[in-house]
Nanobody, 126 residues
Framework: QVQLVESGGGLVQAGGSLRLSCAASGRAFSAYAMGWFRQAPGKEREFVAAISWNGGTTSYEDSVKGRFTISRDNAKNTLYLQMNSLKPEDTAVYYC???????????????????WGQGTQVTVSS
């Protein structure tokens, strides 16, 4: 089974930037679309961004469009999320996961919805 390890979170002031990484084990990384999700305290986990297996297609949740950029490096089995112009409402634990397509990931239809890594905490102060 693939293992996903998120990193790069931290405490940042509003307007600041962070770059998250998701390192995946196993040989199948490049065969799947990948996505970022987040869960704020007291709220359900929500979709943030997704990218196709070759990086050619991306999708973003409306509130992060123009501020976040998802990318991937298949040679390094790593997924990234560049987050700029951060807002306090972006505060959450961020997770990565995989699916068969960008569209299915955006609909939270994941390859294994029962598996999640430990996530990385992002805290944006006002």
């Amino acid at each position: 089974q693939v293992q996903l390890v998120e990193s790069g979170g931290g405490l940042v002031q509003a307007g600041g930037s962070l770059r998250l990484s998701c390192a995946a084990s196993g040989r199948a990384f490049s065969a799947y679309a990948m996505g970022w999700f987040r869960q704020a305290p007291g709220k359900e986990r929500e979709f943030v961004a997704a990218i196709s297996w070759n990086g050619g297609t991306t999708s973003y949740e409306d509130s992060v469009k123009g501020r976040f950029t998802i990318s991937r490096d298949n040679a390094k089995n790593t997924l990234y999320l560049q987050m700029n112009s951060l807002k306090p409402e972006d505060t959450a634990v961020y997770y990565c996961n995989r699916g068969l397509s960008v569209q299915r990931i955006a609909a939270l239809m994941l390859e294994n919805a029962d598996y999640w890594g430990q996530g990385t905490q992002v805290t944006v102060s006002s």
